[in-house]
Structures are given as C-alpha cells and as structure tokens.
C-alpha cells in the first residue's frame, strides 16, 4: 500500500509528531511505501520528497505587518494545494493520513486530494475541530465550553488564544471559514480519536462524528522491559506551557523539600519557571533518545498535572512501557489510562494540596506494592499500546476506507 503521511513538521517537535513519525516506521515496517507531505523548516529531516513540501511562515515568528500579508495563507495555503497536487500526480497514493494541518498546510489540501480521489482518515490530536483555540481554556487559563453549538466568536470574545485578540480573531475566522467554505466534514472520510473522552465531547459538540470515527490510542514504538533500580526522583516531561500545570506541580514539591522533581522540555513558561525553583526541582531540558528512556524508566513516578482537557498523553504511554507508574490530574482523557492505586494516582487539576497528599501517599508505598503498581503499568502498556496491535487496527481502518471510497466513486 502506498500511504501519504500528512503533518504541519517534518522533525520531533511534539507528541503530534511523534505519533506521525511511528507511524511512518511502523507502516514502512511492514512493507508500505510512505510519502510524508509537510511544510518546509529549518529543522526539518531529511527526505527525497522535501521539493514537494509547502511553503508557510510561522506566524509566531513574524511583525505584525507581516502576519497581516501572510493571513490569507492561514486560512488558504495556495503552495501547499499546489506542491500536493504536483505531488499526488506523481506518487498516486492509496489513502492519505492526515494528523496536523492547522496553521500551516490548511484546509486548502482537502479539495485536492478529493480531486484526486484520495480517500482520508485524519487523526484529531488535539480539539481545534471544536474548539479554535484547541484547549477548551479561555485567555484566562479557565475551562470554556462557549463554543458549543458554533458560537466561535466566544473564542474572540474571550481571547482564547494567550490571551491575544489579533491571535484569538484569526482562529475565530478559521473556524467559519472551515464551517462556511472547506469543511473537513465534506472531505474526510474517517476521523480517528485518541481516546475515549475526546470522541465524546467531538459528539458531544456535533452528532456528524457519528458512523464516521475510530478510536485508536497512541501507541508507543518502545518495547515493554525489565524496569531499573529506581531512583528516587518525579519526572514531569513535556511542553513547558501554562495548561499543563507545571506551576501546581512545582508548589506542591517545594512544600516537600524531601521531593526531588525533574522536569524534562522546553516551552514558553521554561525560564519563567526555572527563576522561580528550588533546589529539589532540576531543569533537564530537552531529551530524547536513550537519554529520554532512562529519565523515565529511573524515575518513581511522571507526573502529568494538566489543567486542560488532555487528550491521549504520550508521557503515561512511555512511561508505562519502561514501568514507570503516573500520577495525573482527573481530567480529559488522562483517566482513561490511570486506574487510581492500581497502575498511578489520580488527583483533582489545580489543586496544590491534594497533588501534594498524593505524591506524600504514592512515595509512601511499601516495596512489595510499588513494585506491584510498576508492573500492572506494563501490563497496561502492553495490552493497549503495543504497536503491532495498533498496526492490525490501523490498516484494517485504511483498508475500510479505500473500500468505502471504491464502492461510493
């Protein structure tokens, strides 16, 4: 089978990527040809279809002036409809996967691939589907729901997007533009979830996912192993932002000076935050690799305090397979993947005194049942993240969809 891979990057920027990345190792694993269409970076990897690549800008990158010249492509990349068509007239693929798009190639690629008869499953990372900010979090960090039912002018009312109005109108554009103009709905034929939760508030929000979607949970490339001498430290590895809670994580450990914490990324609140620590907190930076395994297989606990709805976290993934338990906020997706006192803990977001009672209980465990607890996080791992299993799901879908796709054209 001849798959196109579709992404905003072509380098390990985030959890998106990282999925889009495995994907593409485990399809060539067994014998598919891939094709990856992204936009051109700096940063990006290497790869003999890099001349089909599209042309954006990076908004967060650019003046104001310059952000207002470049706003139709954020709403219409006309590069990135034509180098796809140039590139479908030549490679001729089966099915298309699309995981980001937003800001960057856009919806502009859809009605390109329709013309080619392209069938498209796409992946929802994150909520931007329904939400334009993509956090369900107002400019003032609050749960926010106001979009229901297409009201995406909340979205500008409230500044949903850091707080910017400039920012917060453009998603609020892009989000009618998408309703109004190109919808996904029109073009996409399969939508895949990465969990539970965020297919129901997709359903929620509109009953067109309906007969239309999977669930399909991230999975992990690592391979399940005998975990380490722990060493006695939590871990905290990701995007270093304002939702993910950092802040209620570093104030529940500094009231716990016996606490050593790790806290593994980059991100906008990095050296905010590495002004504001103490001595049991370590600023690693940026890992990856064998470097990023031994982070996470040394440490007692991860520890994901999200204050939005997260969707499938990659952390609580790999952190499993190398046998490491979680600890992580009730709420969004994370639920699904922590059994409280069985494979980690769960405490309620925002809250410094009951994330700290629950690092003080879950350092407190007796060997026998911490040792206990590591191995019902492998076993978890292996009956959901594995990714041999992920695969037979995965093209047992695309094939689905080719056939939907033949049988209706």
């Given amino acids: 089978m001849k798959v196109l891979q579709i992404n905003k990057y072509f380098y390990p920027k985030g959890g998106s990527e990282t999925v889009f990345f495995q994907t593409i190792e485990l399809l060539e694993a067994h014998g598919h040809q891939v094709i990856p269409f992204c936009i051109h970076h700096p940063q990006n990897r290497r790869t003999p279809y ?4 599209a042309n954006y800008a990076e908004p967060s990158q650019s003046g104001f002036l310059t952000k207002l010249r470049q706003a139709p492509s ?7 409809a034509k180098q796809l068509d140039r590139l479908l007239r030549r490679e001729k693929p089966d099915i298309a996967h699309i995981h980001l798009l937003f800001n960057s190639l856009s919806v502009s690629i859809l009605p390109v691939l329709r013309k080619h008869r392209v069938p498209v499953v796409m992946t929802a990372h994150d909520h931007r589907l ?6 369900f979090l107002d400019g003032k960090g609050r749960i926010c729901e106001q979009c229901r039912g297409d009201r995406y002018y909340q979205c500008l009312i409230r500044r949903c997007s850091k707080g910017s109005l400039f920012n917060s109108l453009m998603l ?6 998408r309703k109004y103009i190109i919808s996904p709905f029109t ?14 508030k997709h359903m929620e929000f509109s009953s067109r996912y309906e007969g239309r979607s999977s669930v399909l949970f991230n999975f992990t490339l690592m391979a399940p192993e005998k975990a380490p001498e722990k060493e006695d430290y939590l871990l905290y590895l ?10 209620v994580l570093m104030k529940a450990v500094e009231a716990l000076p016996g606490v050593r914490l790790k806290i593994a990324g980059t991100g906008p609140l990095l050296d905010t935050l590495k002004a504001q620590s103490r001595p049991n907190i370590e600023f690693t930076g940026f890992l990856s690799g064998e470097a990023l395994r031994d982070v996470i297989r040394k440490a007692r606990f991860v520890v994901v305090p999200s204050e939005w709805y ?3 976290t990659l952390v609580i993934i790999e952190a499993y397979t190398l046998g490491t338990p979680a600890i992580g906020s009730r709420i969004g997706g ?9 494979n980690g803990f769960l405490f309620e977001p925002s809250s410094v005194e009951q994330l700290k009672q629950t690092i003080t209980k879950a350092l407190s465990l007796f060997p026998e049942a911490y040792a206990a607890m590591c191995g019902e996080a492998q076993s978890f791992a292996r009956r959901h993240f594995a990714g041999e299993a992920y695969y037979q799901k995965l093209i047992t879908l695309y094939n689905e969809v080719i056939h939907y796709n033949k049988e209706r054209l």
Avoid: H, M, Q, W
Avoid at 188 to 196: H, Y
Avoid at 238 to 247: A, D
């Fill in 310 to 312: 997260e969707n499938n």
């Fill in 172 to 177: 609020t554009l892009d989000s009618y533009f």
């Fill in 187 to 200: 073009y996409v034929d399969r939508f895949i979830f990465v969990g539970r939760f965020a297919y129901g």
């Fill in 238 to 247: 990701g995007r270093i932002s304002e939702e993910k809670g950092i802040p």
């Fill in 50 to 53: 890099d001349a089909y690549f």
């Fill in 130 to 135: 329904i939400c334009p900010a993509y956090l």
């Fill in 334 to 342: 994370i639920p699904e993947f922590i059994e409280d006192g069985v």
């Fill in 74 to 80: 954020f709403f219409y990349n006309r590069s990135a």
